[in-house]
C-alpha cells in the first residue's frame, strides 16, 4: 500500500508563485507515476500535470503548461509541483495521487492542500 501526502499550499497573489510537494510512504517501489489534481469549488476535479517515477516522462493540463513545472525526488521519495504567474483561477484544493506500477488508475490519494490566489 502507498500514502502520499501533500504539503505546500496557501495564499498567494495573482501573479505569485507556490510549490506544492507530495511525500510518498508504503510500497514506493510499486509506485508508477504520481500525478497532481485540482478541485475548484462547485466544479469537477482536473488533471493538472504528472510525471512518470521511472521514465521521468511528464504531462501537463493544457491551462497550466508554461506556467507548471513537475519534478520528482526518487530519493526522497517526492514529488514536486512547483506554480508560477498564478491566477485567480488556479484557486482549489489541489492533490497528490500516485499510480501503481501497471494500473492505469490513480488509487493513492492524499488529502489535498488549498491553493488560494487573489486578485
Known amino acids: 500500500q502507498v500514502q502520499v501526502l501533500e504539503s505546500g499550499g496557501g495564499l498567494v497573489q495573482a501573479g505569485g508563485s507556490l510549490k506544492l510537494s507530495c511525500l510518498a510512504s508504503g510500497r514506493t517501489s510499486s509506485i508508477g507515476s504520481m500525478g497532481w489534481f485540482r478541485q475548484a469549488p462547485g466544479k469537477e476535479r482536473e488533471f493538472v500535470a504528472a510525471?512518470?517515477?521511472?521514465?521521468?516522462?511528464?504531462t501537463y493540463a493544457d491551462s497550466v503548461k508554461g506556467r507548471f513545472t513537475v519534478s520528482r525526488d526518487n530519493a526522497k521519495n517526492t514529488a514536486y509541483l512547483q506554480m508560477t504567474s498564478l491566477k485567480p483561477e488556479d484557486t482549489a484544493v489541489y492533490y497528490c495521487?500516485?499510480?501503481?506500477?501497471?494500473?492505469?488508475?490513480?488509487?493513492?490519494w492524499g488529502q489535498g492542500t488549498q491553493v488560494t490566489v487573489s486578485s
Open positions: 495521487a500516485a499510480r501503481n506500477l501497471g494500473i492505469s488508475e490513480y488509487k493513492n
Open positions: 510525471i512518470n517515477r521511472i521514465s521521468g516522462s511528464i
